[in-house]
């Protein structure tokens, strides 16, 4: 049996998020010609051209593309390129440092142990994920992480490795178990991936992941953030700032010894 997922426009073949073929050992190509058969005949038609196919979660232009074979119980996302090609990148440097940014969406079928397989097979890349509820906006990343690239520069890191300072800072404290607990990867949110490294690897890794993907900072989490530090309007309305709580968060993270 395989799985098969339909993302954005391709929900519309037919009219379903999600169903089960009993295929196996079939290509790709072949899986998709199968789909074109059996499409309802009433429903959007497709050609099986300008589309992302992912098998259990890696894109298959790094496996065998259209020939890779399917086995048993595998999922595949079928999702069109116009939908999933118009979500931004987000890549910046600090200190000459290459970063990007993604968004994960929710999924049920990613642990605490994703990350470290990530971590395993780019082992060339600085990766670290932070719970998207703890995102304020793009200025707030970029301010944590260039407090943890010249903590580095200085040899004043909260930990041995720059991952780990990056999420100590965004979780405001020194203990690591605590910042995982509240910051870490979980099956109901969102969380944002932040990758240091070569461009040339940073783009490999987006092809490994680019099905999990959605638009970064598209959410507001500015209640969720004041609650958990105990930031009060009061604290706010003392900053002299157009973004006072960014400003705070950044302080709480400056100030940690």
């Known amino acids: 049996m395989i799985i098969v997922n339909f993302t954005g426009g391709a929900k519309k073949w037919f009219n379903q998020n999600q169903i089960t073929i009993d295929k196996d050992g079939i290509s790709i190509k072949q899986l998709l010609d199968y789909l074109i058969e ?16 992912a098998i259990n979660g890696v894109d298959s232009s790094a496996l065998s593309g259209f020939e890779t074979k399917l086995k048993p119980n595998d999922t595949v996302n079928i999702i069109p390129v116009i939908h999933g090609g118009s979500q931004p990148r987000i890549k910046f440097k600090i200190l000459n440092h290459n970063i990007e940014l993604f968004e994960f ?3 049920k079928t990613i642990d605490t142990t994703f990350l470290d397989s990530l971590r395993t097979e780019h082992s060339d890349l600085i990766i670290q994920a932070i719970s998207s509820g703890f995102i ?5 990343v970029k301010k944590i992480l260039t407090l943890s690239i010249f903590a580095k520069k200085s040899k004043t890191l909260l930990s041995k490795k720059l991952e780990v300072d990056i999420l100590l800072r965004f979780a405001g404290t020194t203990q690591i178990s605590e910042a995982i ?11 944002l991936l932040i990758c240091i ?61």
């Open 181 to 191: 607990q509240n910051l870490g990867i979980t099956k109901n949110q969102n969380f």
């Open 136 to 140: 304020l906006n793009q200025e707030h």
């Open 105 to 107: 969406q929710k999924n």
């Open 38 to 53: 059996t499409k309802p005949e009433n429903n959007i038609g497709f050609d099986g051209k300008n589309l992302l196919i």
């Open 197 to 257: 490294g070569k461009n040339q690897s940073l783009n490999k890794l987006r092809r490994r992941i680019f099905p999990n993907l959605t638009r970064p900072f598209s959410t507001t989490n500015s209640k969720i953030i004041e609650n958990h530090f105990k930031i009060s309007k009061k604290n706010i309305n003392a900053v002299n700032s157009e973004t006072p709580l960014e400003d705070l968060l950044v302080e709480k993270a400056s100030i940690l010894i």
